[in-house]
T-cell receptor, first 110, second 114 residues
Framework: QQQVKQSPQSLIVQKGGISIINCAYE??????FPWYQQFPGKGPALLIA?????SEKKEGRFTISFNKSAKQFSLHIMDSQPGDSATYFC?????????FGTGTRLQVFP | GAGVSQSPRYKVTKRGQDVALRCDPI?????LYWYRQALGQGPEFLTY????????KSGLPNDRFSAERPEGSISTLTIQRTEQRDSAMYRC????????????FGPGTRLLVL
């Protein structure tokens, strides 16, 4: 029940395309859902986060969509750029402890 | 400003030896977290502190793992009698006040147990 399931494991998108990464959870106590971006050799860095009282949050080209009834949330990257190539992790928490998904390796080709 | 720093960045040790991994959080951050990240996986929670108090150690794999933050700033994760399965990237993160605040991750310590 503490797991966060993330898909796909890897994603290849052409420059300018839309990248979509999905996550699902079981624990209804989770009330904070951040997405982290990690470049090779670096630590994860917060990209965007959402709380369950809203269904969507947008920051620039990055949008989180949240479906509370389905217990699913997703990250959409619009106009994907080669610089977006990285590993993306969804996470969830009900306390200070973040539960991370297994990650999605995104490659954006010119 | 300075981010979270960790030392050493790489540690190679022999099975059975003890290792100590250090984390220096962002100045003024109340909460400090330790995670372990296997290659190709997401970070796995180990333990966290608010100030000097260890709040949750449910993620520590066994009693060979311990952590402390005696003055509410720098923290040390100690692994006693290391085993090959302990090989991983150990990451530290800090946040200003904790729950629902951004966790800032350090560069990690890559531990290899031979």
């Amino acid at each position: 029940q503490q797991q966060v399931k993330q898909s796909p494991q890897s994603l290849i998108v052409q420059k300018g395309g839309i990248s979509i990464i999905n996550c699902a959870y079981e624990n209804t106590a989770f009330d904070y859902f951040p997405w982290y971006q990690q470049f090779p050799g670096k630590g994860p860095a917060l990209l965007i986060a959402i709380r369950p009282d809203v269904s969507e949050k947008k920051e620039g080209r990055f949008t989180i969509s949240f479906n509370k009834s389905a217990k699913q949330f997703s990250l959409h990257i619009m106009d994907s750029q080669p610089g977006d190539s990285a590993t993306y992790f969804c996470a969830a928490s009900a306390t200070d402890k973040l539960i991370f998904g297994t990650g999605t390796r995104l490659q954006v080709f010119p | 400003g300075a981010g979270v720093s960790q030392s050493p960045r790489y540690k190679v040790t022999k099975r059975g030896q003890d290792v100590a991994l250090r984390c220096d959080p962002i100045s003024g951050h109340v909460s400090l977290y330790w995670y372990r990240q296997a290659l190709g996986q997401g970070p796995e929670f180990l333990t966290y502190f608010n100030y000097e108090a260890q709040q949750d150690k449910s993620g520590l794999p066994n009693d060979r793992f311990s952590a402390e933050r005696p003055e509410g700033s720098i923290s040390t994760l100690t692994i006693q009698r290391t085993e090959q399965r302990d090989s991983a990237m150990y990451r530290c993160a800090s946040s200003l006040t904790g729950y629902k605040e951004t966790q800032y991750f350090g560069p990690g310590t890559r531990l290899l147990v031979l």
